[in-house]
Structures are given as structure tokens and as C-alpha cells.
């Protein structure tokens, strides 16, 4: 494979093997229990994940501060917040297709929140993010080092969060309250009901929600993670993991021999690496035009590139 | 026959000042000046017509060692013009912001200070970087302390230079009990240290002003008993806080203050004639040079009942514990009691804080004009900002800041010491020259005299 996977140490198909999680979980339940492990462990004293505004209500002091519309109803909206427990952590568990801005509760999370060893979970932009605020700490002083697990997810675009509830309520006709999980998969945008209906919609209907700053994006498969994961690749209720630093190696290895999780080799299970190069490769083609076609855009001066 | 040196700029303290010296023939200051040469920022102009909560983040930036207190000062300034009372652990939070400050800064006046001291029993200058014990043990104990109250602030403030968590009617958020532990953790281990370093700077500079004699750039001059010593008088408004028109009982009070232009208090023109090139670094101003302190000076002169006072760490002990130590020596020994206060009063506030309590008042007010003032024990002393806050917008900010209220108490204080003391004297005030400076001065052709300078 070429660079379109990133450096990695190992890849394996994986799923947690805790019941309650996988109850909770989107795919294989990786996210949730490598935090609550890390957590138990003391690998880190607190993870900021995307929770939702149910947990907001509940823990108002554990969310990012933002005083603009937490009053309206507005189910699947993802809050950043700090978790410590299990339980908070299946709270929030569950992939939103929706823009999170956990990064803006890095810095915070080393002062009000007095974390020392911090768990963060991101889309590859945010694991880019994350990796600069390390390298260039510019208002991001004593925060660095204490970046104990980052955790990037595969991502080929994102929506705002009045995309998905175009798509939701309009194109899939059902209320976002009744939602119980939204998934990509298989070509399709699928919905599933809390009274077990399913709707599903082609991917193509999706493509004008889409977040127009994603359309510059490299990286698929969150290259800059300690561990990077997410379904594609692996089987209904499995994800694919790949373990990229010494850092992510080492807390793999403790989770493998807690029996955090079971796993099949990647090269055994269908869809299989194939899958997760080819939709790599065509994200960043298709990425690419967007960055060429930039950088004659607008009045005699380049959109900028993100990538020189 | 009157004879005039100029230090010009004065070392190992915040800020640009200078000292402008009438000496007899025997070395001894007749008259002293200490003035500011720092450029003027104009804060006080800026802050008019901002909103009340940018405001305090504007008067933070005058200085990077004491933002906390400006930042304090300003917020509670703000709240007390429009009478706004801040929930119970927002004050704790604050309370413990000061305090880990004050002992970040106590300890980097230390750094600032020892190479003036003599490790004692020896006729060594203390070098704060030499990599050579006792000094490097002494000096790794600093920074610790201040990286202790640093980490500690910018937990309680979201940063440690320039406060962000502070705000109108409280602060923006409470800590995590996560947080909280990690407070105490340090608070503990830094109480130890405070200990260990307040007895060694004690000694210190006891042994310093018990000799006979101390070394300035090669030469001997005696130390005189009373170096330092002024009767100005002292204010203080809290043991390490601070105090606001909101108070049952303030402890300000705004009548009794005045402030004049260095005008009236500060020699006219002159020429150098008295030149050192030994003294420390560089020499004194060569001989011929023409100085003015009443119109170069760049600050105010506040006064408190037409005289220029104390502020700082000995005008807080002798306002609250009648401490009875004059001098220079006086002056150093009480800021280094003041370390473990930081500590134990932290510990207090740690205790009582509780993470789960509201840090936001539940009405803030828009403000009706009418004047606020809040002042802040910052570890260089009172700090009064003075506000009117109308339909949230800023009508009029002033700030008193406590180098200010000491440039002309110093400059009493240097009357008698050997010239070449001056600015171990001037050094015992710890000043932030900075922060003094913030106030546009006008001339007697109501010129702003920055810019006759700049000119």
C-alpha cells in the first residue's frame, strides 16, 4: 500500500469484548473501550470525546463552555465534553456525523479540568490539529505534553449539523429524536429508528451537506493518530484498527493482554484493505482537484493550500 | 558643593526607570529622584467606551509578572460600578489566583535581588545562575516555586499571564474536583518550599545589612543602619486581597486621595556632574549630560492625604500586624513572610472551594455611571482601579498602580544612603515600572510630554 494509509505499526480487525459496549458502540466499540481501558489503567485521568446535549444537561461543568444555543432542542448535537467513567463514556458514545469541535477543549482540559494525561478522540483534521498544537504551541502553552492517547477516526467528510437534519427529516422523513443510529455504509447514508425502522438514502443525495473546508482534505484514515479506526475494512460490528505510534503500540499491546478486545487479521476478513486503500485513494483524487482548481480561484491570488 | 549622577537605565527589576541623584562630597544623597522612563501605553484612554469585559484583558497586558492583579483590580472595579456581588467560589477561585501569583513573583524577586547579597559567612556575591552549589539548590527551588504558583494559576484562571477565566460577575467556569486535587497536591509541596526559602532569604539579607562595608562594581562603601528608612507612611487595604466600594467596611477611602504631576515632587533641570564608570553595568550617565526629572518622569504622583506613601508587602504587615522593621532591609525581610501565606491561606481557599458551585452571578447589571473602585494587595502593593460603567460601556477607568504610589516614597527614602546604594534601596520595592506607566502626563502647555520626548 502507498502513503494513502499512513504510517502504521500494525493493522488488525478488531471489536471490543465488553457486551455493554458493543451496545453503545457505532462499529466495534474501539473508541470507548481503549479510553475506559486507558482510563482504569491511569494512561490518562480524562478523555474529551463528542458527547451529546442529553449530557450536557446532566453535566453542564463537564461540557465546553459556549453560551450560544444550548437552550434549543437539538437532538444529535454533538458537545465536547471531558469524561472520566464508563458510564459517561457510553453516554457519548455512538458516531455523530456532525461536526465536534473537541480541539477548542484541549487547553482547557489541562486548566480548569486539571488533567495531566488527556484522551482525545478526532477526525483526521482534528488529530492534524492536535499534532500542531504539539509542535507549535502558540496559545497552547503546557498542553503538549500532557497529550497522553489521541485516537483518530476514518473520515471522508463531515456535515453541519443543519446537513444531517436536512437529511434526516426531509430526505429520510424521520424526526431526529426517533434516531436511534446513523451509519455510512455499503454506498448508502443509513438511518435506523428506536422502533426498528431503517432508512436509507444513495450516498450521491449526501454530497451537497457535505462541509465545503473538507473538500481539501488528505487523509482519509486519520494518519496522525496514535491509533487510528473505523468501520471500513472490516465486518458488520468489527472495525479496523491500525496501531501507528509508540505510544498507541503500547497502550494496544496492555488493552490486547487486559482482553480489552478480540481481533482477526485484517488480510483474512472481507471487505479487507482493499476497501479502506480504494476509498483513500479516492478521496484524496478527488481532494486534489479541489486544491488544484483552488489555486486559481478568485481575484489573481491562490485559495490556500493547506498541504505547502 | 552639590554634586549630580545619573543611574540611567536601573537594572534587575521590571520596567525602564532612572535614578537622578544630588550627592555631597562624601557620596551621600542629599535629594533622590527615582522616576519612570518607561513610554506611556494610554490604557486608561483606551478603556473608555470598551465594554466592561474587555476592559480588564486590555489592563491585564500592562504588565506580564502582575497581570493577575490588574486583571482582579479591573473585573472587581467593573462589578463595582455597576454593584454586581460575585458568587462565594468565584471569590475562592480569584483568591487563589492572587495568591499563587504573589508566590511566582516573590520568588522571582528573588532571583532579582541575591546578586546584590553575599552567601553568607563569605565575600562571594551570590551568582542565581551559577551552576555551583548552595546557589544552584536555591536556585532550582525558585523556579519551582514559581512553575507551582504558575501551574496553580492557570488551572484557577485559564492561564497563568494574562488571566482568561476572570470575568464580569465572576469567573467563565468552576474547576474540576481533578483540578482541585491537583492544587493541593502543589500547594503542599510548595508551602515546604516557601519555608525553606523564606528562612534562607532571611539570612540572606540580614547578613548583607549587618556588614560594615558591601562591594559596588569593585568599590567599598559602608552600609548605613538606616539605609532606606523614610517616614512616609504606609497603606495597605487587606492582608492579601483586596478591598471595593462594595465592602461593609472598605478599607480605601477616595477622598483622602490626591494625585499630582511629577511636577511638584521631582527636581528640575540639571547637568551630570558626577560620573562612575565602575558602577555596574556600563557606568553612570557621562559627565555633562542634561536631566530633567520633572518633565521626563512618566508618571503620576498619587498621594494619600498630600504625601506619597508605602505600598507592598512591609505596609501590608504594618497596617495589619504592626511590623516595626524601616529600611531597605525592613522592606525585603517582609516579602519573604509573606511566602508562606500563599500557601496556607491557598490551602483554606482549596478547602472551602467547591467544584460543583455557580461561579456566575445570576444578574449582572448594566451599570448606571456611577463610580466603582476595587483595589487589589498585588505583591507589590495596593493596586486601585477606579471605574464608571454605564449601559455596559466603559465612561471612565483610572489605575493606581502600586510602583506608582512608591516612586515618590522611594525617592524620599534614598536621602542619606550612599549614592551608590541607591538602587539596592530602590530594589526593595520590587518595582514594575510597567505597569506604573499607563497615563498619558500633560506639561504646563498642556503638551503630552511622551510625546515631547518622542520628539
Known amino acids: 500500500m502507498g502513503a494513502e494509509l499512513g504510517k502504521y505499526k500494525s493493522c488488525v480487525s478488531a471489536r471490543t469484548t465488553d457486551k455493554e459496549i458493543l451496545k453503545f458502540s457505532q462499529d466495534g466499540g474501539i473508541v470507548t473501550s481503549l479510553f475506559g481501558f486507558a482510563l482504569d489503567t491511569g494512561i490518562i485521568d480524562g478523555a474529551i470525546v463528542a458527547a451529546n446535549k442529553e449530557f450536557y444537561e446532566k453535566n453542564p461543568s463537564k461540557c465546553i463552555l459556549d453560551n450560544s444555543n444550548f437552550e434549543m432542542i437539538e437532538p444529535w448535537r454533538p458537545i465536547p465534553a471531558v469524561v472520566n467513567t464508563k458510564a459517561e463514556l457510553l453516554a457519548a458514545a455512538g458516531t455523530k456525523y456532525n461536526i465536534s469541535p473537541n480541539v477548542a477543549l484541549l487547553k482547557e482540559a489541562t486548566r480548569a479540568f486539571g488533567l495531566d494525561k488527556i484522551g482525545i478522540v478526532g477526525t483526521p483534521c482534528q488529530m492534524q490539529a492536535v499534532r500542531k498544537a504539539q509542535l507549535y504551541p502558540i496559545g497552547f502553552r503546557d498542553v503538549g505534553a500532557s497529550i497522553a492517547l489521541a485516537v483518530g477516526i476514518f473520515c471522508m467528510e463531515n456535515f453541519p449539523y443543519q446537513g444531517i437534519l436536512q437529511l434526516v427529516e426531509d430526505h429520510a422523513a424521520m424526526k431526529l429524536d426517533a434516531v436511534k443510529k446513523m451509519e455510512i455504509g455499503k454506498g448508502k447514508f443509513w438511518v435506523y429508528g428506536k422502533r426498528g425502522q431503517v432508512v436509507s438514502l444513495p450516498l450521491k443525495v449526501t454530497h451537497k451537506y457535505e462541509q465545503p473546508g473538507c473538500h481539501v482534505c488528505l487523509d482519509y484514515v486519520a494518519n496522525l493518530g496514535d491509533i487510528s479506526t473505523g468501520s471500513v475494512g472490516s465486518p458488520d460490528g468489527w472495525s479496523t484498527v491500525f496501531v501507528r505510534s509508540k505510544i498507541g503500540d503500547s497502550v494496544w499491546a496492555k488493552a490486547m493482554a487486559a482482553g480489552v478486545f478480540e481481533t482477526q487479521p485484517i488480510e483474512k476478513v472481507k471487505p479487507g484493505l482493499e476497501l479502506v486503500t480504494k476509498l483513500a485513494n479516492e478521496k484524496i483524487t478527488k481532494n486534489k482537484k479541489t486544491l488544484e482548481g483552488r489555486a486559481t480561484f478568485g481575484v489573481g491570488k491562490a485559495l490556500r493550500n493547506p498541504y505547502i | ?455
Not at chain 2, 91 to 104: E, S
Request: some cysteine.
Open chain 2, 1 to 455: 558643593m552639590s554634586k549630580v549622577v545619573e543611574i540611567s537605565p536601573t537594572t534587575r527589576h521590571e520596567g525602564h526607570s532612572k535614578l537622578v541623584l544630588k550627592v555631597n562630597d562624601a557620596g551621600i544623597i542629599e535629594k533622590g529622584n527615582w522616576c519612570s522612563i518607561t513610554p506611556v501605553r494610554g490604557v486608561e484612554k483606551l478603556a473608555v467606551g470598551k465594554t466592561p469585559e474587555q476592559v480588564p484583558k486590555i489592563a491585564s497586558r500592562v504588565c506580564g509578572i502582575c497581570p493577575i492583579a490588574h486583571n482582579l483590580a479591573g473585573t472587581e472595579a467593573m462589578e463595582a460600578s455597576i454593584k454586581c456581588e460575585i458568587p462565594n467560589d468565584a471569590k475562592l477561585l480569584r483568591h487563589i489566583l492572587q495568591l499563587a501569583n504573589r508566590a511566582h513573583s516573590i520568588a522571582l524577586h528573588n532571583i532579582l535581588l541575591l546578586p546584590d547579597y553575599y552567601i553568607p559567612g563569605t565575600e562571594t556575591k551570590i551568582n542565581p545562575f551559577t551552576p555551583e552549589e548552595p546557589v544552584r539548590s536555591v536556585a532550582k527551588r525558585i523556579q519551582r516555586i514559581r512553575e507551582i504558583g504558575q501551574t496553580i494559576g492557570q488551572i484557577a484562571a485559564g492561564d497563568c499571564i494574562h488571566p482568561r477565566n476572570t470575568r464580569v460577575g465572576g469567573m467563565y467556569r468552576n474547576v474540576s474536583e481533578q483540578a482541585k486535587t491537583k492544587m493541593y497536591d502543589l500547594a503542599k509541596e510548595g508551602l515546604t518550599l516557601a519555608h525553606q526559602q523564606a528562612e534562607f532569604m532571611i539570612a540572606v539579607i540580614r547578613n548583607y545589612h549587618n556588614r560594615d562595608f558591601v562591594d559596588v562594581g569593585g568599590m567599598k562603601v559602608p552600609m548605613p543602619k538606616t539605609l532606606g528608612y523614610h517616614n512616609q507612611g504606609y497603606l495597605a487595604t487587606h492582608a492579601f486581597y483586596g478591598s471595593s466600594s462594595l465592602d461593609e467596611c472598605p478599607s480605601w477611602d477616595i477622598r483622602r486621595f490626591k494625585e499630582a504631576r511629577p511636577y511638584d515632587w521631582y527636581m528640575g533641570e540639571m547637568e551630570v556632574t558626577l560620573e562612575e564608570p565602575k558602577y555596574p553595568i556600563g557606568g553612570t550617565t557621562k559627565l555633562g549630560t542634561k536631566t530633567n526629572p520633572q518633565m521626563e518622569a512618566c508618571t503620576g504622583i498619587p498621594m494619600y492625604d498630600g504625601q506619597p506613601v508605602e505600598v507592598g508587602p512591609r505596609a501590608r504587615l504594618v497596617t495589619y500586624k504592626n511590623y516595626d522593621e524601616k529600611g531597605t532591609a525592613g522592606q525585603n525581610i517582609a516579602r519573604q513572610m509573606e511566602y508562606q501565606d500563599c500557601f496556607y491561606e491557598m490551602i483554606d481557599c482549596l478547602d472551602e472551594l467547591n467544584p460543583n458551585g455557580k461561579v456566575v452571578a445570576d444578574y449582572i447589571p448594566d451599570g448606571d455611571g456611577s463610580l466603582g473602585w476595587a483595589s487589589n494587595e498585588a505583591p507589590r502593593g495596593t493596586d486601585v482601579h477606579i471605574a464608571r460603567v454605564k449601559d455596559w460601556k466603559v465612561q471612565y477607568y483610572s489605575m493606581l498602580v502600586p510602583t506608582t504610589w512608591n516612586f515618590a516614597t522611594c525617592s524620599a527614602a534614598l536621602t542619606g544612603a550612599p549614592w551608590q546604594l541607591a538602587e539596592v534601596i530602590m530594589r526593595g520595592y520590587d518595582p514594575c515600572v510597567s505597569c506604573a506607566t499607563h497615563m498619558i502626563v500633560v506639561d504646563e502647555e498642556n503638551r503630552l510630554v511622551a510625546q515631547k520626548l518622542i520628539q
